[in-house]
T-cell receptor, first 111, second 113 residues
Framework: EAQVTQNPRYLITVTGKKLTVTCSQN?????MSWYRQDPGLGLRQIYY???????DKGDVPEGYKVSRKEKRNFPLILESPSPNQTSLYFC??????????FGPGTRLTVL | AQSVAQPEDQVNVAEGNPLTVKCTYS??????LFWYVQYPNRGLQFLLK??????LVKGSYGFEAEFNKSQTSFHLKKPSALVSDSALYFC???????????FGSGTRLSIRP
């Protein structure tokens, strides 16, 4: 089944404790991206990747890092999480079609 | 600058009545427009898209959207609402060759029995 998977689905952590949210897709898509969803703000793009080893900042990249060492994986890294990064995070991928496929989401709470 | 606006935070409709969820856009050039639906505790699901061609686009679950270039709008419609249509709806704009993708702020659709 074609899908985008994210782990963990739920995470509660404390300020300053480094964490990684994994994202993986099995559709051989070149384009992958991360979004955060906050009430009243819709989805805002954090980072995107056009291909392996090619990443770039979206609209709200501060406090986040990404890497794209393999085509299928695009982890989101929070080196020192802060409470304002409490949010719902979505990973998405896209192939030659303009349609994006979204993961199920990761709900992160930073205390 | 590229932007997408969903002017209504919430839309309330009685079951069986037609529904409209509004979206307007601002881009230079030809837009690529999409609608997604999000059910509670789920990711976004694709409903329909407009790239080129007919202004009326038909999508999943009986939804359709009309592209109106003069009004820069791409409103989502359904002739007869179902309670199961209650969800959060997002309009999206993004060129196929561009990396930046812009989502609207979302509209919560509530269908009452």
């Amino acid at each position: 089944e074609a899908q985008v998977t994210q782990n963990p689905r739920y995470l509660i952590t404390v300020t300053g404790k480094k964490l990684t949210v994994t994202c993986s897709q099995n559709m051989n898509h070149e384009y992958m991206s991360w979004y955060r969803q906050d009430p009243g703000l819709g989805l805002r793009q954090i980072y995107y990747s056009m291909n392996v080893e090619v990443t770039d900042k979206g609209d709200v990249p501060e406090g986040y890092k990404v890497s794209r060492k393999e085509k299928r994986n695009f982890p989101l890294i929070l080196e020192s999480p802060s409470p304002n990064q409490t949010s719902l995070y979505f990973c998405a991928s896209r192939g030659t079609s303009v349609e994006q496929f979204f993961g199920p989401g990761t709900r992160l709470t930073v205390l | 600058a590229q932007s997408v606006a969903q002017p209504e935070d919430q839309v309330n409709v009685a079951e069986g009545n037609p529904l409209t969820v509004k979206c307007t856009y601002s881009v230079s050039g030809n837009p690529y427009l999409f609608w997604y639906v999000q059910y509670p505790n789920r990711g976004l699901q694709f409903l329909l898209k407009y790239i080129t061609g007919d202004n009326l686009v038909k999508g999943s679950y009986g939804f359709e959207a009309e592209f109106n270039k003069s009004q820069t709008s791409f409103h989502l419609k359904k002739p007869s609402a179902l309670v199961s249509d209650s969800a959060l709806y997002f309009c999206r704009e993004g060129y196929s060759s561009a990396s930046k993708i812009i989502f609207g702020s979302g509209t919560r659709l509530s269908i009452r029995p």
